[in-house]
């Protein structure tokens, strides 16, 4: 009985090498932007101590903010959107961005309309955006 070898043909021996040198290369430039993690991580933990939102409230906040905004000619315009869009942007189940929607109009956040929801403090959407991504 052969015993079977787990090493790779030396003709893919340059391709693996490179492979595992772009990987490493990868993991010290996200690495290297920690500073961002951090910022991050603390604009989701900022808002539930100042704001009471959870992570899950945020996401749907800046989705719904994302998709019902707009700059038309130096103004800004806010549109309802549907609750499909927000579920359909983050990939989360519609009923659960829809709780989370209501918890949003329970705090005053985002306003409901029979077409759809929309940004009700939108200069609060803009700082926290602007928190995130700078």
Known sequence: MRKRSHSAPASQLPALKQSTFDAFHQQVHVLQNRERIARLLRLFSSPRKRLGLTPDELLVFFAIG???TTIANGAIKVVPIGLIDVSSLLGIPKETVRRK???LVDL???EST???VLVKELK???QMLGSAVT
């Open 108 to 110: 005053e956040y985002v």
């Open 124 to 126: 609060l959407w803009c």
């Open 101 to 103: 929607t209501m918890r």
């Open 114 to 116: 029979p077409k759809g």
């Open 66 to 68: 994302y998709l019902g």
